[in-house]
Every structure is written in structure tokens, then in C-alpha cells.
């Protein structure tokens, strides 16, 4: 039973545009919520993250989105790059404790 | 470069064989985390150390798994009789694990293939 739901499975854009990832939660004692970005045969590296008291945060291109009552979050990636191609996993977690991830998005971005 | 190390990076075994992996965490990290990772999916959860105390393990660790860390500093994922089904990326992270500094913080990752 996977905890936390990610979509799209993938998406391509061009240089430049807006990948949008989301995801959806239903445990409410998730108070963290990161992402990681992987590349192919490397493990997962942590990208951003953000805790339900904001409902925005940026670091770089990329943005996180936060909707605590709708329990949904996303990911922009503003000004794609091709570099930006990979995987990216969103996950939860509860009070310091296992992450639960989504099951991934492939990113492709065309230059 | 995490600082999270994993060895070995690949192993190739045949069915029925023991396997064993090691992880090296962030120096001054507490706890230690080992996930699995199949083809198209996200890591999933295995089991998690504080310093040396095993605190849980997931229902995917069978009694065949088996997890130490002795000192609280390196670990150790041991896989008997390994089946096809084992086949996977074994990924280990580490944390301070001090309230809100909980970021996880992951390895390259051990590639297992059971012919």
C-alpha cells in the first residue's frame, strides 16, 4: 500500500519549460516532506524539502508547492535544463523516522 | 558525494548464496537506514538503526535478512539463501537524527543480481 501517490510517471519538455510533479498523502503525521533527485545506477539525492507550517520554498530552480489541507505537494522545476533529466522521488516522513516514497517520475528534458 | 558509502557497488551471485553489504554513514550520523529499491519503483524501507539498537524492521525483511551495526558507526545487511525476487538496489542513508535535522542522506546504492 504505497502512502504517498506521485504523478506524473514521466514527462518530457523543452529547455526552458516547467516540469510539474505532484504528489498526494493521506497519513496526516507526516511532517516532512522531501525530494530526491536520481540519476541511473546512483542513489537518490536530496534535492529540496519543506514541513507543513509554509506553503512554499526555493532553493535554486527548483520550488516546492504545499497544500497541508488538500494534503498535496509539488515540485516546479523552473528553466529546465538537460542536466535536469533523471528521476525524481517525493517522499514523507513522520517525526524523524522512515521515509515513505512515491513510486518516481522520469523527467526528460529536450534541448 | 553524499559522504554515505556503500560496498560493493555490484554483486553477481547465484541462487542459494549469502551475500553481504556494508554501509558507512556520515561520521556524526545516529541512525542508519537500509531501503530497497526495485526497477521503476521508489526505495522502500527495510529497517533503521539508533547508533547500535535495531529499532524496527519492515515486514519485507524476511528471516532471511539480517541487519547489525555493532559500534553504532558502519552496517551490515546480510542476505541468506538469496532468491531471484532479491534481486534489487540495496540502498543505504544516514541521519543525524535530532528532531527537525532528520534529513536523509543516501548512498550510491549495492546492485544485487541472483542468476
Not at chain 2, 47 to 74: C, H, I, V, W
Not at chain 2, 87 to 95: G, R
Request: with cysteine.
Amino acid at each position: 500500500q504505497q502512502q504517498v501517490k506521485q504523478s506524473p510517471q514521466s514527462l518530457i519538455v523543452q529547455k526552458g519549460g516547467i516540469p510539474i510533479i505532484n504528489c498526494a498523502y493521506e497519513n496526516t503525521a507526516f511532517d516532512y516532506f522531501p525530494w530526491y533527485q536520481q540519476f541511473p545506477g546512483k542513489g537518490p539525492a536530496l534535492l529540496i524539502a519543506i514541513r507543513p507550517d509554509v506553503s512554499e520554498k526555493k532553493e535554486g530552480r527548483f520550488t516546492i508547492s504545499f497544500n497541508k489541507s488538500a494534503k498535496q505537494f509539488s515540485l516546479h522545476i523552473m528553466d529546465s535544463q538537460p542536466g535536469d533529466s533523471a528521476t525524481y522521488f517525493c517522499a514523507a516522513q513522520p517525526n524523524d523516522y522512515k521515509l515513505s516514497f512515491g513510486a518516481g517520475t522520469t523527467v526528460t528534458v529536450r534541448a | 558525494d553524499t559522504g554515505v558509502s556503500q560496498d560493493p557497488r555490484h554483486k553477481i551471485t547465484k541462487r542459494g548464496q549469502n551475500v553481504t553489504f556494508r554501509c558507512d554513514p556520515i561520521s556524526e550520523h545516529n541512525r542508519l537506514y537500509w531501503y530497497r529499491q526495485t526497477l521503476g519503483q521508489g526505495p522502500e524501507f527495510l529497517t533503521y538503526f539508533q547508533n547500535e539498537a535495531q529499532l524496527e524492521k519492515s515486514r519485507l525483511l524476511s528471516d532471511r535478512f539480517s541487519a547489525e551495526r555493532p559500534k553504532g558507526s558502519f552496517s551490515t545487511l546480510e542476505i541468506q539463501r538469496t532468491e531471484q525476487g532479491d534481486s534489487a538496489m540495496y540502498l543505504c542513508a544516514s541521519s543525524l537524527g535530532q528532531g527537525r535535522n532528520n534529513e536523509q542522506f543516501f548512498g550510491p546504492g549495492t546492485r544485487l543480481t541472483v542468476l
